[in-house]
């Protein structure tokens, strides 16, 4: 997909509220999911990932959300706090050793 | 927890001159990689580097750049002649083993002027 430059897509959400970022990614052949943050200034952060054998995957607060039919991956925050606040990417791998980013969403949590 | 160290954090040089960012992986990871980010866009990869030689190189990573891993600790990307474009976020990453999830370095903001 094309790189939105400094236009990324922003979510805004009150504190408390659930959020839920999507991601579409582009390689049927991709087989294994991440999701990262990336806090203003730092490097991605690992928060979870999920196989393809699945389609839904629940860590703390977090769960991914995976519809191979449509290539598409979404990311549930519950409980929205203000340090959730970050740039969220996908990442897939379509079975090498990189992963392809895509383009990021930015969650703000308002108080 | 384990830590990807990368250096320096912040380097501003002049267009035309090397940089080389240094990188100090994970110890018994195996696999590294450099991902570049543009301000404001998404992380794009540059190289992956695996027993001791480049494994793939995007189109992005052309003569200008090079990698090495000198001493057995260190992981360095150089560039050569920067431009102007080459400003951005460098990241380097490093996986134990296939299937892994990455973890990234804090990152080195290069500013080419």
């Known amino acids: 997909g094309e790189s939105v430059g400094l236009h990324l897509p922003t979510l805004s959400v009150q504190e408390g509220d659930n959020s839920i970022i999507n991601c579409a990614y582009s390689?049927?052949?991709?087989?294994?999911f991440i999701w990262y943050k990336q806090e203003s200034g730092k490097g991605p952060q690992f928060i979870i990932d999920i196989r393809s054998n699945m389609d839904k995957r629940q860590g703390q607060r977090v769960t991914v959300l995976l519809n191979k039919t449509v290539k598409h991956l979404s990311l549930q925050i519950a409980a929205t706090q203000p340090g959730d606040s970050a740039v969220y990417f996908c990442?897939?791998?379509?079975?090498?050793?990189?992963?392809?980013f895509g383009t990021g969403t930015r969650l703000k949590v308002l108080a | 927890e384990p830590e990807v160290t990368q250096t320096p954090s912040h380097q501003v040089t002049q267009m035309g001159q090397e940089v080389i960012l240094r990188c100090v992986p994970i110890s018994n990871h195996l696999y590294f990689y450099w991902y570049r980010q543009i301000l404001g866009q998404k992380v794009e990869f540059l190289v992956s580097f695996y027993n001791n030689e480049i494994s793939e190189k995007s189109e992005i990573f052309d003569d200008q750049f090079s990698v090495e891993r000198p001493d057995g600790s260190n992981f360095t990307l150089k560039i050569r002649s920067t431009k102007l474009e080459d400003s951005a976020m460098y990241f380097c990453a490093t996986i134990k083993g296939t299937g892994d999830g990455y973890t990234f370095g804090s990152g080195t903001r290069l500013t080419v002027v």
């Open positions: 390689n049927s052949a991709s087989d294994y």
């Open positions: 990442a897939e791998n379509p079975g090498t050793y990189k992963y392809i």
